[in-house]
């Protein structure tokens, strides 16, 4: 967690107790991952929402090389990112063997030092 | 005008004892030799930045270094197409009038001076810190979605992606500097480790040693190698923000170089594209224009992007197999560029080429510079 940004803290807290935060602006009505405290679409003010965590898996990798030996012990695992149905977009961990099209449900895996985003199968494919 | 007077560059691999910035005086004394000048008429710098020398003021450091005093110095940031960018500034500084003549340099040592685990895990961290490298990513898996998505999407196999990296082999086997050069086959490459699928080893660029340096002036040398167009885009930095990793919409960027250089593609003799893996270089060659989507390993087979086809490529071996050290790998298909159009290829030269199309890309598809380079 990055030490200041008060933003990222909330994200990740949200996380702990369950709930997948994101932001939605206001003016323009367009939903943000990333959380600022401005749109970055039209400048205006965002809200904090909390998603359903359902969602369509855009693109996947298998990483076995990791980046660092922490992660070289869960090795290999699947990164993905998701389409939620809010209309955002975000990296996440998921179950092995995802392809892209398939309809996922959001879980947390609590195993790490936080819970980390991790989609499974919702069963049946778009 | 803009003029690229001369170069210079090192070999790429491992190069023990050196420094980012001794690597980068070997380049940049070969880059003033070739063009006939003495470092007091240099009176611009531009640098590159170095992952195993991390400064506030790399450009000023090297000036001292090198012994230059220019007029006008600073580093310059943009991810792999930091090279490419940097020559862009060079011409646009040379025709304001700016300049009359710029050391443009790099270098770095990231194999010997930080080794490939250190690098691996400071690259991984060009990812979002909030929202991406906490899922343990790295370069590989940035560029492993970008592929998993593209070759869904537009029909693009794994087999298509190894013919690149078989491509770059063959060309790095003629290049003394290169640090690959044994040959490799389809197979060897679909057989390589997997490092973030559908990429495997053979896919990625390697981490090296090395630099590269050339000189921007406002008055050409007996090469007549001018600086004929330029243009960027940056369309974002995170790959989980990227609008479509099927589409990166790079075409009117590659138009704007082509544009104000006066040519249409059909004018092109030879291609430099950055190529840190083969979805890359696939990606870059369809977005540009010298293949339609899905269709680049098609073109390669039909021999198009060979040393005797209509388009070759990365004659030195791209980053693929001549080797990544930085930002210098960046501006190593640049100097190739320039040696090809000059006619001082040795062993690899191609058929009097006048006429060069080069793109770099920094980050995940984040920062994109292409360029024209002409011999007039």
Request: charged letters at 20%.
């Given at each position: 967690m990055s030490g200041g940004d008060a933003l990222a803290v909330h994200f990740w807290q949200g996380c702990a107790v369950g709930e997948l935060r994101y932001q939605r602006c206001r003016a323009c009505g367009a939903a943000q991952f990333?959380?600022?405290?401005?749109?970055?679409?039209?400048g205006g003010a965002p809200d904090w929402v909390v998603s359903r965590g359902l969602g369509t898996v855009y693109a996947v990798t298998s990483v076995t090389r990791a980046p660092t030996p922490d992660f070289a012990r869960l090795a290999p695992y699947d990164i993905l990112l998701v389409d939620l149905d809010e209309g955002f977009r975000m990296m996440a961990h998921g179950a092995p063997g995802l392809r892209i099209g398939e309809r996922v449900r959001l879980g947390f895996d609590r195993r790490g030092e936080r819970p980390l985003p991790r989609f499974e199968p919702l069963g049946g494919s778009s | 005008m803009a003029w690229i007077s001369g170069v210079g560059d090192t070999e790429f691999g491992r190069l023990e004892g050196e420094t980012p910035l001794s690597l980068m005086a070997r380049a940049a004394g070969d880059a003033l030799a070739e063009a006939g000048?003495?470092?007091?008429?240099?009176d611009g710098l531009l640098c590159g930045y170095a992952a195993s020398l991390p400064h506030l003021m790399l450009a000023t450091l090297f000036a001292e270094y090198f012994g230059l005093k220019p007029r006008y110095a600073h580093a310059l940031q943009a991810g792999g197409a930091t090279g490419a960018a940097m020559v862009m500034l060079a011409q646009r500084l040379v025709d304001t009038g700016e300049c009359r003549n710029l050391l443009v340099v790099a270098g770095d040592n990231r194999l010997s001076g930080q080794g490939t685990d250190s690098a691996v895990a400071m690259l991984a961290q060009v990812g979002h810190r909030d929202y991406e490298v906490p899922f343990g990513p790295t370069i590989p898996a940035y560029y492993g979605l970008v592929a998993s998505r593209y070759m869904h999407v537009h029909g693009v196999s794994e087999a298509d992606l190894a013919a690149f990296a078989v491509l770059m082999r063959s060309h790095a086997a003629l290049h003394p500097g290169a640090q690959f050069k044994t040959p490799i086959g389809i197979a060897e490459v679909l057989a390589s480790?997997?490092?973030?699928a559908p990429l495997k080893l053979l896919d990625c660029c390697p981490v090296s040693d090395g630099a590269c340096a050339l000189v921007v002036s406002a008055a050409p040398s007996e090469t007549r190698l001018r600086i004929a167009g330029a243009a960027q885009i940056h369309p974002h930095q995170h790959v989980s923000a990227a609008a479509d990793l099927a589409d990166f919409a790079l075409a009117d960027c590659a138009e704007r170089a082509r544009e104000e250089a006066g040519i249409g593609i059909d004018d092109v003799d030879l291609l430099a594209i950055y190529d840190s893996f083969t979805i890359t270089l696939l990606i870059l060659l369809e977005e540009t224009g010298f293949a339609p989507r899905g269709k680049a390993a098609d073109r390669l087979r039909a021999g198009i992007f060979a040393r005797d086809g209509l388009w070759p490529l990365n004659t030195h071996g791209g980053l693929l197999s001549f080797g990544h050290s930085g930002v210098a790998g960046g501006l190593a298909h640049i100097v190739e560029a320039s040696r090809q159009l000059a006619g001082r290829a040795g062993a690899r030269q191609v058929r009097q080429p006048a006429i060069a199309f080069l793109h770099g890309d920094g980050g995940v598809m984040s920062s994109h510079v292409s360029l024209v380079l002409r011999r007039e």
């Amino acid at each position: 967690m990055s030490g200041g940004d008060a933003l990222a803290v909330h994200f990740w807290q949200g996380c702990a107790v369950g709930e997948l935060r994101y932001q939605r602006c206001r003016a323009c009505g367009a939903a943000q991952f990333h959380p600022r405290r401005f749109c970055a679409r039209c400048g205006g003010a965002p809200d904090w929402v909390v998603s359903r965590g359902l969602g369509t898996v855009y693109a996947v990798t298998s990483v076995t090389r990791a980046p660092t030996p922490d992660f070289a012990r869960l090795a290999p695992y699947d990164i993905l990112l998701v389409d939620l149905d809010e209309g955002f977009r975000m990296m996440a961990h998921g179950a092995p063997g995802l392809r892209i099209g398939e309809r996922v449900r959001l879980g947390f895996d609590r195993r790490g030092e936080r819970p980390l985003p991790r989609f499974e199968p919702l069963g049946g494919s778009s | 005008m803009a003029w690229i007077s001369g170069v210079g560059d090192t070999e790429f691999g491992r190069l023990e004892g050196e420094t980012p910035l001794s690597l980068m005086a070997r380049a940049a004394g070969d880059a003033l030799a070739e063009a006939g000048l003495e470092r007091g008429e240099i009176d611009g710098l531009l640098c590159g930045y170095a992952a195993s020398l991390p400064h506030l003021m790399l450009a000023t450091l090297f000036a001292e270094y090198f012994g230059l005093k220019p007029r006008y110095a600073h580093a310059l940031q943009a991810g792999g197409a930091t090279g490419a960018a940097m020559v862009m500034l060079a011409q646009r500084l040379v025709d304001t009038g700016e300049c009359r003549n710029l050391l443009v340099v790099a270098g770095d040592n990231r194999l010997s001076g930080q080794g490939t685990d250190s690098a691996v895990a400071m690259l991984a961290q060009v990812g979002h810190r909030d929202y991406e490298v906490p899922f343990g990513p790295t370069i590989p898996a940035y560029y492993g979605l970008v592929a998993s998505r593209y070759m869904h999407v537009h029909g693009v196999s794994e087999a298509d992606l190894a013919a690149f990296a078989v491509l770059m082999r063959s060309h790095a086997a003629l290049h003394p500097g290169a640090q690959f050069k044994t040959p490799i086959g389809i197979a060897e490459v679909l057989a390589s480790r997997p490092i973030a699928a559908p990429l495997k080893l053979l896919d990625c660029c390697p981490v090296s040693d090395g630099a590269c340096a050339l000189v921007v002036s406002a008055a050409p040398s007996e090469t007549r190698l001018r600086i004929a167009g330029a243009a960027q885009i940056h369309p974002h930095q995170h790959v989980s923000a990227a609008a479509d990793l099927a589409d990166f919409a790079l075409a009117d960027c590659a138009e704007r170089a082509r544009e104000e250089a006066g040519i249409g593609i059909d004018d092109v003799d030879l291609l430099a594209i950055y190529d840190s893996f083969t979805i890359t270089l696939l990606i870059l060659l369809e977005e540009t224009g010298f293949a339609p989507r899905g269709k680049a390993a098609d073109r390669l087979r039909a021999g198009i992007f060979a040393r005797d086809g209509l388009w070759p490529l990365n004659t030195h071996g791209g980053l693929l197999s001549f080797g990544h050290s930085g930002v210098a790998g960046g501006l190593a298909h640049i100097v190739e560029a320039s040696r090809q159009l000059a006619g001082r290829a040795g062993a690899r030269q191609v058929r009097q080429p006048a006429i060069a199309f080069l793109h770099g890309d920094g980050g995940v598809m984040s920062s994109h510079v292409s360029l024209v380079l002409r011999r007039e």
